[in-house]
């Protein structure tokens, strides 16, 4: 994926790219932090090569991305950020009209997320907030740590990040589409660069030994186009409005073809070094346990097949834990090291995933896959290679929780009736409001899964939090949940608590399930920041 390039502002002017400057006025805190880069993409519709084989090689129809260095690319473009170094990205709806194109079972009406960012409510990417062909959006990222608007506080400061398309009714038809890509933060100790003379630089891997990797199943029919399963939500035309018959309520959606970064089961020649993967769970349903394997006869070698994980979400840990297994549910990221100088020239080592799913894809069946699903291929070569990268023992310190700032305690029951997901027992509103949280408060939250079926990673927007208790016991200090984080995995009867802050910003923001199925069959919520007086 490349990395994407930044433009001048004054290449916004071109009618081509939207022939407007920047608005402050529609951003909140724009002056304050002014953007130091801009950037454009266009959103179209093109062929894709998952494969070079038949009958993939003639490409199948996608949403894909165009910009000033790359072209119709899936998934998008790889942004480099740092603190403290505000951006305004600007992206144009180039697709065809509603209707009209060649991938049936998406709608190119478009609401990008940045997933897990601190990010104002206009440049949120909340579900009512998209753009027609023919339009564009505008987002502005002011890349400054939650709560700390000078900048100085690290424990807030995350790393990998994605975006997705988080249109309403059809965030899961859009993403599985094309409509994703990665959000990469930097800052003077995660500073990509791995021979930084900082002494307070961690020296992870960088640059091609830093490789961000996006995990989609994906169903396709006889001539190698992508197809969405057999409930596919039929689009359907109401008072100008394009919406999904719900008539095919689904519990998810599995394809049957694994993909790494839209290619059909990869490869990746490998030097004898360590490698820093940014994994991320692309979705739509699919939940992973993945394991790494190897051919190699040397003993050395297969006790060197335990991933060494750095973060859970978008968070650098405290101190790296090592398992022999990676859980990944729908937009969880990890970022792990693999030290190929284990192995010999000549091994392969393999990512498999040996999560039993239901076929419904509501949740995992409880079985374990003997030989799992192959995912990735990793081809170790020969010859001596300098390795400069470091692996810290201490990261980044966890902010402190304090019950005496909470001002409010909410509980979110998760559910399934008569064909919906539902919160509360409510569907998804764009025009209702079901909490006013005061800007600058803390709350205490508890998310049930009430059902006795179905798994729901939960996200909520803008802010994350820090879990405290799960299913009656506390999370164990330096433990895998002992981190922020801003996915919940919410498995049958699970309850969850959660302590959280909310800072900076003021507007709606949403909460859902982030299968997308069920969040597009209505389990989402909408949240208000609102001034301080003003909440309920």
Request: contains cysteine; aromatic residues 12%.
């Amino acid at each position: 994926m490349p990395v994407a390039q930044s433009v001048p502002q004054s290449d916004l002017l071109d009618p081509s790219l939207g022939g407007m400057a920047p608005d402050p006025e529609r951003h909140q805190l724009y002056d304050k932090f002014t953007p130091q880069k801009f950037y454009y993409e266009r959103m179209q519709e093109s062929r894709w090569s998952y494969h070079p084989q038949p009958p993939f090689d003639q490409g199948s129809w996608h949403y894909t991305f165009t910009g000033p260095n790359f072209t119709n690319i899936a998934p998008g473009p790889t942004y480099k950020a740092r603190y403290g170094e505000p951006v305004f990205v600007r992206r144009l709806n180039e697709h065809p009209e509603i209707g009209t194109g060649n991938v049936n079972f998406a709608v190119p009406s478009f609401s990008i997320h940045l997933h897990n960012g601190h990010t104002a409510s206009e440049s949120d990417g909340i579900p009512q907030d998209y753009f027609e062909p023919g339009e564009f959006w505008d987002y502005h990222y002011g890349n400054f740590p939650a709560g700390d608007q000078t900048g100085r506080d690290d424990r807030e400061r995350m790393t990998t990040l994605w975006y997705h398309d988080h249109r309403l009714d059809f965030t899961a038809t859009n993403v599985y589409a094309g409509n994703a890509g990665f959000y990469l933060l930097f800052d003077e100790k995660d500073s990509d660069n791995e021979r930084d003379t900082n002494p307070h630089a961690f020296r992870l891997p960088s640059g091609e030994y830093d490789i961000p990797l996006i995990l989609h199943d994906v169903q396709f029919d006889e001539n190698g186009q992508v197809v969405w399963d057999f409930f596919s939500p039929d689009i359907q035309e109401i008072d100008g409005e394009y919406l999904p018959s719900f008539q095919h309520a689904t519990f998810g959606m599995l394809g049957d073809t694994m993909t790494v970064n839209r290619t059909i089961q990869p490869y990746l020649d490998v030097k004898r070094r360590k490698y820093r993967f940014r994994i991320l769970n692309g979705g739509p349903s699919r939940l992973y346990e993945l394991h790494l394997a190897t051919d190699s006869a040397d003993p050395n070698a297969q006790r060197a097949t335990n991933w060494l994980i750095l973060s859970n979400d978008g968070n650098l840990r405290e101190t790296p834990i090592e398992s022999e297994t990676l859980k990944l549910w729908v937009a969880n990221r990890n970022d792990v090291i693999i030290d190929f100088s284990n192995f010999n020239p000549g091994d392969n080592v393999y990512i498999v995933n040996r999560l039993g799913m239901r076929e419904d894809g509501a949740g995992q069946d409880g079985t374990q896959l003997d030989e799992g699903h192959l995912i990735m291929q990793f081809r170790v070569q020969a010859g001596d290679v300098e390795d400069p990268s470091q692996i810290p023992d201490f990261m980044r310190r966890q902010p402190d929780i304090n019950f005496n700032e909470v001002r409010r305690e909410r509980v979110w029951d998760f559910d399934y009736d008569s064909g919906l997901f539902t919160v509360n027992g409510e569907l998804m509103d764009p025009n209702r409001t079901d909490a006013k949280i005061e800007r600058g408060s803390a709350e205490i939250w508890t998310w049930r899964n009430t059902g006795d079926s179905w798994a729901h990673p939960v996200h909520s927007h803008m802010e994350e939090f820090q879990i405290f208790e799960v299913n009656g016991k506390p999370v164990e200090p330096f433990s895998f949940l002992d981190t922020k984080k801003d996915v919940v995995e919410l498995g049958p009867g699970d309850e969850v608590k959660f302590f959280g802050r909310w800072r900076d910003f003021l507007g709606p923001y949403i909460m859902h399930c982030h299968n997308v199925v069920h969040e597009d069959h209505a389990m989402m919520v909408r949240w208000d920041l609102v001034e301080p007086g003003d909440g309920d």
